[in-house]
C-alpha cells in the first residue's frame, strides 16, 4: 500500500433503476475506504448538477473516478475522463450494465466490484477504445464506451422519453409497443471509412461494445481494444419477422441471418432523416452523426 491513501471520486445515481438501487451508493462508498483508500462521495438532485460537481473535483487530479449507477453512468464518466489520465471504475448498479459486462464486471455484487476497483487501482489499468461523436446537432463533441443506437431502439427511447406517463420502466415497453404497430425501415446514407453506402434498414446500430438494451448482442463480435467499430445492420422486414429476430438478438445467433449485415470501420458517419441518436442509452442528438473510434482513449479499473 502507498504511504498516502489513493483518493478516488465516486459518482453516485441516486435515481439508478429508478431508484431501486439507492443502498448501493453508501455501501461503495464504505467499501472502497476499507480498501484503504480516500473516498470523495458526490451526488446531486439531477444529471446536469452531478456533471458539474464531479467534472470540480476531477480538476484537482484524484487517482480515479467511480461511477454507481447504470450504462447512463458510465457515459457521464467516460465523457469526463475520455483522453485523460484519469482511469473509470463502475460499480453496476443500473437497469442497464451492459458496459460493465463488457468489462466481465460482477454485477448485482459493490462489494465485489470494489474488489475489483483496489485490485486495478494497485495491478494498474486496462486500456480500451472509446467514441467521439460530432454532429451538427451537437454543441461539442461526445463520448460513448459502448453502443450508439440509430435504428428502432433509438425511437423507443425517444418516443419513450418524450411520455410523461406513466413513470419508471412501464413507459419503455409503451413505446415498444407503438414502435412496433408503426414499424418501417428507413433509408440511411452511411459513409465508412470515407466509402458511401446507402441501406434501408429498420435496426442499426456503431458498436464498441457487444451488447445494449441490457443484454442484446447486436454486435457479437465486436472488441473493445481493437481499433474498429461494428456497424449492425437489420435489412428491412416484416413486423413478425423483426419480432421473431429478437430471441436471436439477445443470444447473439443473428450473425449470419441474411437480413443481417455488418460492416466495420474507423469512422462511421450515420444520417438518415427525422432520427436522434442516442449512445449508452443517452440522448445524443438528431443524425447526422459521425462517430471515430479513438483507440485506448479509456483507462477503465476492471
Not at 425501415?185 to 446507402?198: C, K, Q, S
Not at 458517419?269 to 432520427?275: P, W
Request: net charge neutral; glycine share 12%; proline share 7%.
Amino acid at each position: 500500500m502507498p504511504d498516502t491513501p489513493r483518493r478516488v471520486v465516486v459518482a453516485i445515481n441516486p435515481n439508478a433503476s429508478f431508484g431501486a438501487t439507492r443502498h448501493v451508493g453508501p455501501q461503495v462508498v464504505a467499501a472502497l475506504r476499507g480498501h484503504g483508500l480516500e473516498v470523495v462521495p458526490l451526488s446531486a438532485p439531477d444529471f446536469d448538477g452531478l456533471v458539474r460537481v464531479v467534472r470540480a473535483e476531477l480538476a484537482t487530479a484524484p487517482d480515479a473516478l467511480v461511477v454507481v449507477g447504470g450504462d447512463g453512468m458510465v457515459n457521464l464518466g467516460v465523457n469526463l475522463v475520455a483522453g485523460t489520465r484519469i482511469p473509470l471504475g463502475i460499480v453496476p448498479a443500473g437497469t442497464g450494465n451492459d458496459f460493465a459486462g463488457g468489462l466481465g464486471l460482477p454485477e448485482g455484487d459493490p462489494d465485489a466490484a470494489c474488489a475489483r476497483i483496489a485490485a486495478a487501482l494497485d495491478g494498474g489499468p486496462r486500456v480500451v477504445d472509446a467514441a467521439r461523436v460530432t454532429g451538427l446537432s451537437l454543441a461539442e463533441p461526445r463520448w460513448f464506451a459502448g453502443v450508439l443506437s440509430a435504428g428502432f431502439d433509438a425511437r423507443v427511447n425517444e418516443r419513450a422519453n418524450g411520455l410523461r406517463f406513466p413513470r419508471g420502466a412501464s413507459r419503455y415497453v409503451i413505446a415498444l409497443v407503438a414502435e412496433l404497430v408503426g414499424l418501417k425501415a428507413r433509408r440511411y446514407r452511411l459513409e465508412i471509412d470515407g466509402e458511401p453506402v446507402e441501406v434501408d434498414s429498420c435496426l442499426l446500430s456503431v458498436a464498441n461494445n457487444t451488447t445494449i438494451g441490457g443484454g442484446m448482442r447486436v454486435a457479437p463480435d465486436a472488441l473493445l481494444d481493437d481499433g474498429l467499430l461494428d456497424v449492425f445492420i437489420v435489412k428491412p422486414v416484416s413486423r413478425l419477422r423483426f419480432i421473431r429476430l429478437f430471441p436471436k438478438v439477445f443470444s447473439g445467433t443473428h450473425a449470419g441471418l441474411p437480413i443481417v449485415e455488418f460492416r466495420r470501420g474507423r469512422t462511421v458517419s450515420v444520417a438518415a432523416d427525422g432520427i436522434v441518436g442516442y449512445a449508452d442509452g443517452e440522448r445524443f442528438g438528431e443524425l447526422p452523426l459521425t462517430v471515430e473510434l479513438v483507440p485506448g482513449a479509456l483507462a477503465v479499473l476492471a
